[in-house]
């Protein structure tokens, strides 16, 4: 079974992305959501029905190795030489380009500019994915070419409702034709009758003016579907049920009318929300609505060293490690201080009861590897724990193995340890709610030396 790695992809653009994205280019979430709905499988399909594979093999290598997944947002100007070469060779002439950005534009509602970042944004994390991939297995310009083709078959399913780029001329990139059905009458059949005409095959139905007799003909009418299959379409002639043709579409609009009425007549309940295995969620401020509380988050980008930046949560375990580590606090503690000291990361969540990382979760262990490698004398120690709900010896392997997964996933010997401490430092009893107990859920790191 081939990997799916669009669903790599798409962990790359979560919402945290999303939002930190409409901010910078001053467009609604919704907006940019359904842009990059539209423009990840066109990114994909160009990857896949490129005739330059072998180019854009050591090309997305470049890009993985250069860091550009965690930098995703610092490419939306453009300014990736990287990103730039690969649109030329997954589009060609600009032409193509800037059909697609307009018709994606129209689709979400957004300017034509924040649709070209955008293309700059899903290219880059598709090119890093890639690259990824590539690199950690091996691949050569034949099994990077098949693995291209494996998705192809999966990209139909990724267009979303109500878009096309059949109009594009792309619409054999994701397997088949993407057209919409039509609807044709065929020639008549041949009839005795003298006073009927024949049909003309038309690509539309035409409009029929009314007559004082109609005229029944045993000409079928055929649907035409988007695999090329045809079935009858079966005409109702019956005169006797035509009052429920419009009766029956009345009744339900007054139902439905009536519905809405009642419901706008209700207090609102609070949304319940369903809990993941996660991190712990630090927040900086909340605002009450109803009986239920939205937590704010705002967004911010933390600059490194280097001058690289990185887009994070203010308060964020990004933001806290960056000016813990140019502090003189750090360069002055001692291993004894240090012990105490540990961060929990807020947006790393794991596939309930299991070691298996969520795929939004990448983004913040990339901007980890990102800070160590630039502070290469820090050296980090991983904890896992969970709450005091269900067994204890369970929950201590169950965190031991989470603190493993975590640092083989950073891949790098700046991570000198990974322990699993269970619920042993859970403070919440088992009887609590699930949200209560989720503050003794959590993944953190410590700094030694």
Known sequence: MSINLIDLIKGQLGPATVSQTATQLGESESGISKAISALLPAVVGGFANSNTQCELLGTVKEAASSGVLSNLLGNL???DSV???????IFGDGDKLAAITNA???????KTESTNSLLNLVTGATAGTLGKYAIDNNLDASSFGNLLSDQKGMLSSLLPAGFSFASLGLGNWFGSVDAEPINVVPEPLQTPLADV????????????????????TDTPKVDVTRSGSTHEIVSDNSGGGSIWKWLLPLLLLLLLGWFFWKQCDKKVEPVPVTTVDSTAVVSDSTAPVGDSVVTKRETLVVTLPSGKTLQAYKGGIEDQIVAFLKSDEYKNSTEA????????FD?????????KLTPESQVQLDNLKAILAEFPDAKIKIGAYTDNKGDAATNLKLSGDRAAAVKSALSTAQVIEAEGYGSKFA?????ATDKEREADRKTSIRFTK
Do not use: C, H, M
């Open 427 to 431: 403070k919440v009893s088992a009887d």
């Open 104 to 110: 994606v534009s129209s689709y979400a509602g957004i």
């Open 337 to 344: 201080q240090l012990k105490d000291r540990w961060f929990n």
């Open 197 to 216: 005409n024949p049909v003309t095959p038309v690509t539309e139905r035409p409009i029929v003016p009314e007559t004082p007799k109609a005229v029944v």
């Open 83 to 89: 990103i730039s070469k690969i649109l030329s060779l």
């Open 77 to 79: 100007n453009g300014s």
């Open 347 to 355: 947006n790393l969540n794991f596939e309930f009861g299991t070691t």
